[in-house]
């Protein structure tokens, strides 16, 4: 896939999961990636491997920079300061990876809305949209200042689904998602900046293995995802995804990259 030795990357929720994949793959092409989570040496949350520093070493381990940032996305004060530091050591931004949330911080089951916790809203509505706004927030004068950026949500979409997940919560979430990368797109475009969100499929993040060991055929590795965002950033032409909510497996058979197995 080449190199991107001058890329500067934003992965948020990196430690583990889907950001870590994505973190992962951008450091095999050299670039510098700052990996935020609230998981960190200093402070776990769940009892699951992976911190933002593991994740930040590997990042270097594989040719890019890693970078960790310990950083909770319910607090803007610290969002903000994380760009701020970006600016001052890089002048701009090119890839911003909206990935945080703590959907996965209850047990996941589906059922009739009152019988869920309300709980779920604050893990996916405000660690998760609310985050990735802020985060865009932040990140888009950098973006532009670019003039070339990139800014990636990651979400779900199953358009054949009543309710996705068949919880209430995690459907607003996600169509919140779509419906966000959609208005940021709207925003952004004039400025040279495309935004869009990414639909893994079943990935077999550390919190799913832990939930269903014998995970079926056809799974997707955390990286699959990562192999999409490389794809799409060094796509001279990916103004014309602007918007939309693409599933990764539409992007693996589009750009011809595989999982890593």
Request: aromatic letters at 6%; one cysteine or more; a negative charge.
């Given at each position: 896939?080449g190199s991107d030795n001058g890329t500067v990357a934003?992965?948020?929720?990196?430690?583990?999961?889907?950001?870590?994949?994505?973190?992962?793959?951008?450091?095999?092409?050299?670039?510098?990636?700052?990996?935020?989570?609230?998981?960190?040496?200093?402070?776990?949350?769940?009892?699951?491997?992976?911190?933002?520093?593991?994740?930040?070493?590997?990042?270097?381990?594989?040719?890019?920079?890693?970078?960790?940032?310990?950083?909770?996305?319910?607090?803007?004060?610290?969002?903000?300061?994380?760009?701020?530091?970006?600016r001052a050591e890089h002048g701009g931004l090119d890839?911003?990876?909206?990935?945080?949330?703590?959907?996965?911080?209850?047990?996941?089951?589906?059922?009739?809305?009152?019988?869920?916790?309300?709980?779920?809203?604050?893990?996916?509505?405000?660690?998760?949209?609310?985050?990735?706004?802020?985060?865009?927030?932040?990140?888009?004068?950098?973006l532009i200042e670019h003039g070339r950026g990139l800014?990636?949500?990651?979400?779900?979409?199953?358009?054949?689904?009543?309710?996705?997940?068949?919880?209430?919560?995690?459907?607003?979430?996600?169509?919140?998602?779509?419906?966000?990368?959609?208005?940021?797109?709207?925003?952004?475009?004039?400025?040279?900046?495309?935004?869009?969100?990414?639909?893994?499929?079943?990935?077999?993040?550390?919190?799913?293995?832990?939930?269903?060991?014998?995970?079926?055929?056809?799974?997707?590795?955390?990286?699959?995802?990562?192999?999409?965002?490389?794809?799409?950033?060094?796509?001279?032409?990916?103004?014309?995804?602007?918007?939309?909510?693409?599933?990764?497996?539409?992007?693996?058979?589009?750009?011809?990259?595989?999982?890593?197995?």
């Open positions: 896939m934003v992965v948020t929720g990196g430690a583990r999961g889907i950001g870590r994949g994505i973190a992962l793959v951008l450091g095999a092409t050299g670039a510098t990636v700052y990996v935020t989570d609230r998981e960190s040496r200093a402070h776990t949350v769940q009892d699951l491997p992976g911190t933002v520093e593991d994740t930040a070493e590997q990042v270097t381990d594989r040719g890019g920079r890693g970078i960790a940032v310990p950083l909770d996305h319910t607090d803007d004060r610290a969002v903000a300061a994380l760009f701020a530091r970006v890839l911003l990876v909206a990935n945080a949330t703590a959907g996965n911080a209850l047990p996941f089951h589906s059922g009739a809305f009152w019988t869920l916790p309300l709980a779920h809203w604050h893990n996916m509505i405000d660690c998760g949209v609310r985050g990735h706004l802020v985060a865009a927030h932040c990140a888009a004068p950098l800014l990636v949500l990651t979400g779900y979409d199953d358009p054949g689904a009543e309710v996705i997940g068949g919880h209430v919560f995690y459907d607003l979430a996600m169509t919140a998602t779509s419906r966000l990368a959609r208005t940021l797109a709207h925003d952004l475009r004039p400025h040279g900046v495309t935004a869009l969100a990414v639909s893994p499929g079943i990935t077999r993040t550390e919190a799913i293995a832990a939930a269903v060991p014998d995970m079926p055929p056809g799974t997707d590795s955390v990286e699959f995802a990562g192999r999409a965002v490389r794809a799409l950033l060094a796509d001279p032409d990916v103004a014309r995804h602007a918007g939309r909510t693409i599933a990764v497996a539409d992007l693996a058979a589009e750009y011809g990259f595989t999982d890593i197995e």
